[in-house]
């Protein structure tokens, strides 16, 4: 079974400084998706970035990048000069290519940005 | 990215009453949408992975009598709360999937939160 784990509750930053959410999957599987989804108060799951599995090269979505570890299993999310509109849940979330489509969740990081 | 809508987005109910949630894809078809129910500051949890023109498959742990899931068409999927009791009190999101190049992307809608009395 996969299983994705994200390791910090909480977290809390400054406006302007960059940020890193840390995340971990476990799966014996070799051909995946991987997400950072964001949910503000509004509750609305937003779609922050997504890595392939086979691409080596670290997916990058304006401020929001990723460092993908495939061999050590790990899928961080840098936030870089922070808003005060990036507060909110980030969820790491893991997919099977071609499988059941189901996907795995993290616990999820609050995180908060202070002016 | 796909389009997704939920309605209504809150309900409040009275005990033993039966609630029905919409989800609409708007902007292509989905012959698969996902049901997930959200506590608060808690993850999200699957219910339940809707096919279009097929029966539902319900995650274990979540009864398919009490949650009631129908994919009438490649546009609209719902999801009826049967004699609804208070700790069926949730948020509720549904997503739909979109494949974006060869990547299976989900999509959510902006969740319904349901409070039974």
């Known amino acids: 079974a996969q299983t994705v784990t994200q390791s910090q509750p909480e977290m809390s930053v400054q406006e302007a400084e960059t940020v890193t959410l840390s995340c971990t999957y476990d799966?014996?599987?070799?051909?995946?998706?991987l997400f950072w989804y964001k949910q503000p108060p509004s509750r609305q799951m937003i779609l922050v970035i997504r890595?392939?599995?086979?691409?080596?090269q670290n997916a990058t979505e304006n401020r929001f990048s990723v460092n993908f570890q495939k061999a050590a299993k790990s899928f961080s999310l840098k936030i870089s000069d922070s808003q005060l509109g990036d507060t909110a849940m980030y969820f790491c979330?893991?997919?099977?290519?071609?499988?059941?489509?189901?996907?795995?969740f993290g616990q999820g990081t609050r995180l908060t940005i202070n002016p | 990215g796909a389009v997704v809508s939920q309605h209504p987005s809150w309900v409040i109910c009275k005990s033993g009453t039966s609630v029905k949630i919409e989800c609409r894809s708007l902007?292509?078809?989905?012959?698969?949408m996902f049901w997930y129910r959200q506590f608060p500051k808690q993850s999200l949890m699957l219910m339940a992975t809707?096919?279009?023109?097929?029966?539902?498959?319900?995650e274990q742990g979540v009864e398919k009598d009490k949650f009631l899931i129908n994919h009438a068409s490649l546009t609209l999927s719902t999801l009826t709360v049967t004699s609804a009791h208070p700790e069926d009190s949730s948020f509720y999101i549904c997503?739909?999937?979109?494949?974006?190049?060869?990547?299976?992307?989900?999509?959510f809608g902006p969740g319904t939160r349901l409070t039974v009395l």
């Open positions: 997503s739909v999937m979109s494949r974006t190049g060869i990547t299976d992307t989900q999509y």
């Open positions: 799966t014996s599987e070799n051909n995946y998706y």
């Open positions: 890595q392939e599995a086979y691409k080596q």
């Open positions: 979330a893991f997919i099977v290519a071609q499988g059941a489509q189901k996907l795995v």
């Open positions: 902007d292509f078809q989905a012959t698969t």
């Open positions: 809707s096919n279009e023109g097929s029966k539902a498959t319900y």
